[in-house]
């Protein structure tokens, strides 16, 4: 591998190689259509894919370079490919040429068959060998194709190890500069002749095209300014206040920041290029710089939208305002660094400089970026150390640093310590390599972490309804919302953390790239998951998985919708009663949601048979964590189907009496007369003895007692408590209304009259206007009800009167 290409920053373009991939997916599924429309030889196909893999497994012992590696893996995995795809192909003609010979079964043994069915049976077997020959061809040509592939990475990634562990000279060594020194004059010669090329194309330029290149660059300068302010005045007054209005500043101005370098680095290649094209490695040293500008641009711009020292209102993160303002140097000096050392490093290869120059070329390179990411760590922390010693005694100081942040810092510190010792001790490959990762490592996550929060910005501020600030009648719950605010916040939550997600992958590759698993390798890793993912005698596909979940929720879905079209359409029009209503409404739920639920499982590949094993399973958990849940379970299934009690009945049970209000899996709802509710599990109603009040619509009984002194008249009362039930309107006439002396208790007549209403509800409302009746029509007749016996107590019938005797005095 050589040694720039160990050096080497993962490109700028790498930030968009997830996207190209993408691109070049699309393609190749067009260019699959396509080739489906035209007729495909298949043994000029397979002739082809075995060719190429042959070709790879020669070439794979001669190859030394990461390149050329990258290159037959490449093959390998392309021929794989095709031969994969003739195996599709062929698979489903292999499968009916087999069922028409079925169809014809076994030749007749006894006599001899039809010439033409003959003839019919020989071409139909003599296709099947032909197929079943290239079908099995084609999957061992998969299998080998895989295998160098896969013997390519290995390769790959060992010789990627071995080069990390190189020692050259040190740098504070002699021989290290001594060699340099050696290679210096013809390291000069080469590099002059590229500095000729340049000298010839700034000369031939005319003035007028300097002139124009200039005017470009002002006007790209002016524009970047002027952009500037109008990105901030829109974000302040069109965006709603809140953290999207500063995330899609930072995401703006980090978009600016690396486009004005870009088109200025642009302007001056046009500029050279007017007149007269460059020679080819004048032409690539260019172009390739200006990709990096723009890289450089954006790592700096970045870094300024993070930290915002001119601005802490706007910062993104809690970091304190003396930190932010003593790091503000540091993005524009990583980005100098980098664009510096990789534009010396493409140098050095255009001109095929010596090795003692590329190894100096790429150790002080990383000196210099590893010493500049120390001085970013060591003040950082001494300012945050100030900055908490002086906000200490507030208590609205800035937040203390996490946990994760703080093992993060020390994981950095222990890396580049080691990193720069390595330089210096000579290994340049490991130093530069570690230094190099570590400033890479954290251009990628700042990134993901900028488009993570604008996304959620986005999702949250835009999809989601917010409530106006300050609104008295903006419901307190989310089960208070309307149902479409809910739907829309859900949603918004989903595809937020759907996005964030994928930028959290799309990262994750492109920070493992500089190890040797670019994200050809991860993309291919994600193409073996489509195969399945076993576990035990399940097989899990993602598009299994994906089916079960569709079918899951169209399931769940016309669950919902039959329901309700049963208790609004159908229901309504039978005899059943409400309470009836309710429990077949929620039998039905029950029923439609196992079978949705066992669908799905079917759709991923669980069938019934493997639903039983897992039942006996979690039959013994049942028996013995979950057996009081499924009693209950299975009372509130008695309950909705044999109906002791029902929705709205009156019931009493162990102190508790109220109206039934919902009957659940698990426990029942009572409502008491306070109009408080109370929680009752389903098996109390199956084990303990309940009273309902109101079953089978009985009659409500309406009984007033009343006691009279002995001397009352009692036809008179009689005839008085007669009349005013028989007066009353919700009192029936059958069964009638009776009065009956219960006889004479201390002295005193006791009266008991009673009555019968349409229900047990209506019997305390009617007593209690019953009663106001009749205690008027006694006091117009003049008829006093008993009074309660008074006794008195007392030492004797002489103290009654006086207060207590005194006891004689002992003599």
Known sequence: MPMTRLFCFPPPRSLFLAVLMALCLACGAARAQQAAAAPVDDDAALDQARSQIQLVQKSLATARDDDSLLALRTAALAARDQADATATRLAPQLAGVQARLAELGAP?????EPADIAKLRADLEKSRVTLDANVKLARLLSVEGEQAADQIWAQRRSQFQAHLGERTASILAKPFWSELADNFVQDAGRLSSLGAQLSAAVARTTAGVWAGGLLAVVLIVGLRLWAGRAVLRVVTTRVPPGRLRRSLYALLHTALAALAPGLIAMVAYQVLVWDAP??????????????????????TGLGNALLSPARPSWRLSHMPDGVARGLRAFPLALGVITVAGWVAERLYALVNASLATTVALNC??????????????????????????????REDGPPRRPTWLAALTAVVWLVLVTSIGSLVLGYVAFGS?????????????????????????????????????????????????????????????????????????????????????????????TGEISAGLSIGEVNLRPDAVLQALLVLVLGLTAVRLLKGWLTAKLLPTTSLDAGMQTSAVTLFNYAGVVLAVALAMSAVGIGLERIAWVASAL?????????????????????????????????????????????????TEIQMGDRSTVIVPNSEFITKTVRNVTMASPLGLVQIKLPMPLDTDALRVRDLLLAAFQAHGDVLDSPAPNVALDGIDNGRLVFNATGYVNSPRLAYNVRSALLFEVLQQLREAKLTLSNPSTILMGPGLTGLGGPPAVPPPLA
């Open 108 to 112: 007749p043994a006894d006599k001899k």
């Open 619 to 667: 039959s013994v958990g049942i028996g013995f964590g979950l057996q009081a849940v499924v009693q209950n379970f299975v009372s509130g299934l008695i309950l909705l189907a044999e109906r002791p009690v029902k929705v709205g009945d009156w019931v009493a049970l162990g102190g508790v009496e109220g109206d039934i209000r919902r009957i659940n899996v698990r426990a």
């Open 433 to 525: 390599f570690a230094v190099r990762q570590v400033a890479w490592f954290g251009v990628v996550v700042l990134s993901a972490y900028l488009l993570s929060v604008f996304i959620d910005d986005v999702c949250m501020g835009w999809l989601a309804v917010r409530e106006p600030e300050g609104a008295a009648d903006a419901p307190a719950n989310a089960a208070d919302k309307p149902v479409v605010w809910r739907l829309r916040n859900q949603f918004a939550v989903l595809l937020s953390g759907a996005l964030r997600v994928f930028i959290a992958l799309v990262a994750l590759i492109l920070i493992v790239a500089p190890f040797g698993e670019g994200p050809s390798e991860l993309f291919q890793r």
């Open 278 to 299: 460059l020679p080819d490695t004048a032409d690539e040293l260019l172009t390739h710089t200006v990709g990096l500008l723009i890289f450089g641009g954006y790592v």
């Open 364 to 393: 002080i390179q990383a000196l210099a970026l590893g010493l500049v990411m120390v001085w970013v760590v060591m003040r950082g922390e001494r300012l945050r150390r100030i900055e908490e010693a002086e906000t200490k005694p």
